[in-house]
């Protein structure tokens, strides 16, 4: 599985922004799939995951309410709808894809999409 993230880039705070994440090879609609994020100087942690056929929903505590992710399994692409966004917010944004049938470890990455949020 091959992953393509974008639709990152410079928001106001209270601003939104879409991020996408085109997955190729002929399982990618079988993978679960997930949203991590990378700010200056700090680790990744996790954002958003969504099970195949968007089964199953979860969210960091820090986005619940502002983010919603979704996919369209017919595109192979993952979703990140970001809205109210923060200055915190900004990180780089990685796509990921974990395997079946327990989903856990994600073993495909894509390169990440910066995402800058101005005060």
């Known amino acids: 599985v091959q992953l393509q993230a974008s639709g990152g880039g410079l928001v106001q705070a209270g601003g939104s922004l879409r991020l996408s994440c085109a997955a190729s090879?002929?399982?990618?609609?079988?993978?679960?799939m997930g949203w991590f994020r990378q700010a200056p100087g700090k680790g990744r942690e996790f954002v958003a995951s969504?099970?195949?056929?968007?089964?199953?929903?979860s969210y960091n505590d820090s986005v619940k309410g502002r983010f919603t992710i979704s996919r369209d399994n017919a595109k192979n692409t993952v979703y990140l709808q970001m809205n109210s966004l923060k200055p915190e917010d900004t990180a780089v944004y990685y796509c990921?894809?974990?395997?079946?049938?327990?989903?856990?470890?994600?073993?495909?990455w894509g390169r990440g999409t910066l995402v800058t949020v101005s005060s």
């Open positions: 990921a894809a974990a395997k079946p049938p327990s989903y856990v470890n994600y073993d495909y």
């Open positions: 090879g002929r399982t990618a609609g079988t993978y679960g």
């Open positions: 969504i099970r195949p056929y968007g089964s199953s929903t």
